[in-house]
């Protein structure tokens, strides 16, 4: 069955270093997203990407949040200049349609900000 | 404001045992009503979704959706330690320009005991 497989599966950086979070969707979906989990808390919309550009973000998704797609396969999440309150899990998803019941996730990244 | 509420658990039942997860949800527009299932250290896994008010059954799996009082419940039959995982409750909504994205409950943690 097709994955959308991120990597790393663990960063650690430190406070104020760029961070880019990678991911693969799966190869014939046209719709992605990228969802954060702080521990012990619920998954949050950051931002969903269609045709090369933001379709929609939340108040997360702030100046220091970036999403690109370079090359027609990898979709990444940069963060400028990371904080303390940025360690969480962040989960990529792709989606053939725009409907959320039809998205598939990654495993995630757990980022830590030391 | 689009809120869900799922009580985080832990909840403890024997092998076998009918287990019953439960969420609120308070805002109208909410359309889709989606149970995921997430091991730890892995993405969301969607289980099941169902539209309208009534039962949607698939295999040990039964969604439930109250649309008159909120409410929202995922019961397992016949419940199998592989079954221990948090179990996240999701719902899409729309609004004019289409899909608003997935609200998220805290997720349940549910644990099977031999």
């Known amino acids: 069955e097709p994955e959308v497989t991120q990597t790393p599966s663990h960063q650690v950086t430190q406070m104020g270093q760029e961070v880019i979070l990678r991911c693969v969707p799966i190869s014939n979906h046209l719709y992605f997203y990228w969802y954060r989990q702080i521990l012990g808390q619920k998954v949050e919309f950051l931002v969903s990407f269609y045709n090369n550009e933001i379709s929609e973000k939340s108040e997360i998704f702030d100046d220091q949040f970036s999403v690109e797609r370079p090359d027609g396969s990898n979709f990444t999440l940069k963060i400028r200049s990371t904080k303390l309150e940025d360690s969480a899990m962040y989960f990529c998803a792709s989606s053939i349609t725009p409907a959320p019941r039809d998205y598939t996730f990654g495993s995630g990244t757990r980022l830590t900000v030391v | 404001q689009k809120e869900v509420e799922q009580d985080p658990g832990p909840l403890s039942v024997p092998e076998g045992a009918i287990v019953s997860l439960n969420c609120t949800y308070s805002?109208?527009?909410?359309?889709?009503f989606m149970w995921y299932r997430q091991y730890s250290r892995k993405g969301p896994e969607l289980l099941m979704y169902t539209y309208s008010s009534g039962n949607k059954e698939d295999g040990r799996f039964t969604a439930q959706v109250d649309k008159s009082s909120k409410y929202i419940s995922l019961f397992i039959r016949d419940s199998q330690p592989s079954d221990s995982a948090t179990y996240l409750c999701?719902?899409?909504?729309?609004?004019?320009?289409?899909?608003?994205?997935?609200?998220f409950g805290k997720g349940t943690h549910l644990i099977i005991q031999p």
């Open positions: 999701a719902i899409e909504s729309y609004s004019g320009g289409g899909a608003d994205g997935l609200t």
């Open positions: 805002n109208s527009a909410f359309q889709y």
